[in-house]
């Protein structure tokens, strides 16, 4: 989606990972590297493999199940996209942790590792506002409780992928706003010849009728 020549699993390993190892010359395919789980706050040594592969797992933040009966239906292709490749809404995690998290949302599942919980929270707040998405009740008062513990928190620039259109479409361009009118002045001459020589002519020029 960020035209880097890379699939977005890889960039989320390249990106997140520390000690990063490539599988050839090109700053791509990420072979090994040390994951810092900031859900379950261990540290994960990751080697790509058949067999190992699975250990490191990329969750979305909001996850798409969610999403969909949360307003992303109503989403255009490129949108949906977009969200599914989002670097705001994806983490590389532990493949164990990722599993339990399932579709859950703030309400039925957050981090085990409890530090992490505010910054987690805001990145959903943060995916929800950018793709128009809605909260459950139950998911509003969670999300409502954790913040109020960490009143400090963030939540993070939206702006870390653009929203691609779908193939074909064109965005519609926003409304202009209207500037306001500037006041009229209102400048009184004993007659017109006065006027005319005063402005050159321009207008608008009324004579005034006095009772």
Known sequence: MDRSGCDTHNDMHR???????????????????????????????????QQTNSLVQIDHVVAPSDAWR???????AGERAAF????LNLQATDGATNARKG??????????????????VARQIAVKAK??????????GAMSRVPAACPGQRVPAAAAAAVVPARGTVPAPKPAIPKPAAPR?????????????ATGGAGPAFRAIRT
Not at 84 to 87: F, G, R, S
Not at 185 to 197: G, H
């Open 15 to 49: 990106t997140q990972l520390t000690d990063v190892v490539f599988a050839n010359s090109v700053p791509c395919k990420v072979a090994s590297g040390t994951l810092t789980d900031p859900y379950a706050a261990t540290l994960i040594r990751f080697v790509r493999g």
């Open 103 to 120: 579709a859950g949302d703030a309400a039925t599942w957050m981090p085990p590792n409890k530090s992490h919980g505010c910054s987690y």
């Open 185 to 197: 002045t209102v400048v009184s001459y004993e007659d017109c010849a006065e006027a005319r020589a």
């Open 131 to 140: 793709y128009r998405l809605w909260v459950a009740r139950a998911g509003h």
């Open 84 to 87: 599914a490749n989002d670097p």
């Open 70 to 76: 949360k307003g992303a239906q109503r989403l255009t």
